[in-house]
């Protein structure tokens, strides 16, 4: 099993920045894709980021040029980085861990971390 504990949600002012951390723990396959996905009020869950083992990343179009993904491979943690923060990206922010292993893909989400930006 996999645990994914995340941190670093809040309230800010528009213009502002926070950065969340999530750390996974358990029997995690290290060849895998680390990300971070939201829910707004009356929405449904969207993509806002994604980062592979190799470092490769991949952003929603809503955050481009605004948020940036890292991690640290050996510490299984995941960051995000939100700069330039809008009203419309409050939300609730879920960590998520994703890999294959003989065939079968594993998934699994933190709890979420809430972000409220003020205008």
């Known amino acids: 099993q996999v645990q994914l504990v995340e941190s670093g949600g809040g309230l800010v002012q528009a213009g502002g920045s926070l950065r969340l951390s999530c750390a996974a723990s358990?029997?995690?396959?290290?060849?895998?894709?680390m990300g971070w996905y939201r829910q707004g009020p009356g929405k449904q869950r969207e993509l806002v980021a994604t980062?592979?083992?190799?470092?490769?990343?991949n952003y929603g179009d809503s955050v481009k040029g605004r948020f940036a993904i890292s991690r640290d491979n050996a510490k299984n943690t995941v960051y995000l980085q939100m700069n330039s923060l809008k009203p419309e990206d409050t939300a609730v922010y879920y960590c998520?861990?994703?890999?294959?292993?003989?065939?079968?893909?594993?998934?699994?989400w933190g709890q979420g971390t809430q972000v409220t930006v003020s205008s």
């Open positions: 358990g029997s995690i396959f290290p060849i895998n894709t």
């Open positions: 998520n861990i994703n890999y294959r292993l003989s065939s079968r893909e594993y998934d699994y």
């Open positions: 980062i592979t083992t190799l470092l490769s990343t």
